[in-house]
């Protein structure tokens, strides 16, 4: 009966207004172009939602996107070609650190006797194969990440696998952050006050620190689901993983990249006043103050090499609080610096290695 009705009302109305020689899916109205008009308004109304009431509006707009997780998202380069490109320069990358984090290990065993690694190894010595096991693991981990997602050319599946990746990632590039800073922060009490900090019997203050914050931070993360794909690997979800991401790399290399900057820059003001202090004393003096330098020069290469990898990431992490769109070249850049750890570390040994003195000459800095 209603439909009758609604059939003579639309009738009237084309007599009052007929239609133009144009089909009504000309208009400019784009909505009106997207429902099939007929000449009986029940059979256009059944043709439009024949399942739902003649005010329902609802069904009539689509649902928003909302993903649900980062595999709801497309893998970084995908759009543009540079995916492969991006895992090919990873691979390269961590590689070659690789080979060279292996190569400092084995010269750093060759050089001293492993019996005696907390009793005559020199602090900078220590610290040089704890960074080179941290990008030795990281290494391994992450190339097979990368290897894996060129073969399946897309996000690692599946998500467990993704998972383990990212929490190998948080806790070795996060025990290698915590590292480094603990590594300016002594610099800094060699050169200002002349005193080593305690880090007890075999480094055990140090390593809890640096190894167990992370670990327990990436623990507690994976049992709240918070490991998945991001743009072009595993580490924080997308999605899920957002203020995780936030409170555990956003911040933390924000924050320590800015403390050790302030501490690298206090640490060289004051090596080169002591540089010419020794140039004004003699005896005893003179070899104290030469021995301090020399420990503080060594350990600074550290933070020197973590600008050279870590800088890239800490202006992402700014730039991201700002915008999130990240210029592609950045992004390489990232890639390459962020990967290649082992190297620079390779390099901070040998320079340690050529300004050693004879082993009796050694201090324990």
């Known amino acids: 009966m209603s439909a009758n009705v609604s059939d003579k009302l639309f009738t009237s109305s084309r007599q009052f207004f007929p239609r133009s020689d144009g089909d009504v899916s000309s208009t400019a109205d784009p909505y009106v172009s997207r429902i099939p008009v007929t000449e009986n308004v029940s059979t256009t109304r059944d043709l439009f939602d024949p399942l739902s009431g003649d005010n329902d509006t609802a069904s009539m707009t689509a649902d928003p996107f909302v993903p649900r997780s980062g595999y709801d998202f497309p893998v970084l380069g995908m759009d543009d070609g540079t995916f492969v490109y991006l895992h090919s320069l990873a691979i390269g990358s961590l590689s070659t650190s690789l080979i060279c984090a292996i190569i400092t290990i084995v010269l750093s065993f060759r050089t001293n006797n492993y019996l005696t690694f907390f009793s005559k190894w020199s602090r900078s010595e220590r610290y040089v194969v704890y960074m080179a096991i941290c990008d030795g693991v990281f290494n391994i981990s992450h190339t097979i990440e990368h290897v894996h997602g060129l073969v399946v050319f897309g996000h690692i599946r599946p998500k467990e696998l993704c998972a383990f990746y990212g929490f190998m990632v948080t806790v070795f590039i996060g025990a290698q952050n915590l590292l480094v800073n603990v590594i300016a922060i002594s610099v800094l009490f060699i050169i200002y006050f002349d005193k080593n900090i305690n880090f007890g019997k075999r480094d055990w203050k140090l390593l809890l620190y640096c190894f167990g914050v992370p670990f327990v931070g990436a623990v507690t993360a994976a049992a709240n689901d918070q490991f998945g794909p991001i743009e072009l690997f595993c580490a924080f979800d997308q999605v899920k993983g957002r203020m995780s991401n936030f409170l555990f790399n956003t911040i933390p290399i924000i924050v320590i990249t800015g403390v050790n900057c302030v501490v690298y820059l206090l640490t060289w003001k004051r090596i080169r006043d002591q540089a010419r202090e020794v140039k004004q004393t003699m005896g005893i003096e003179n070899c104290r103050l030469r021995t301090s330098s020399r420990a503080a020069r060594n350990m ?57 003195p004879p082993r009796r000459a050694r201090t324990t800095a």
């Open 300 to 356: 600074s290469m550290f933070v020197a090499a973590f600008f050279a990898q870590w800088s890239g990431v800490a202006v992402h992490a700014v730039w991201g609080l700002v915008t999130p769109h990240i210029h592609m070249v950045l992004y390489f850049l990232i890639v390459f610096f962020a990967n290649i750890g082992g190297l620079l570390n390779l390099i901070v040994f040998l320079i340690i290695r050529k300004s050693q």
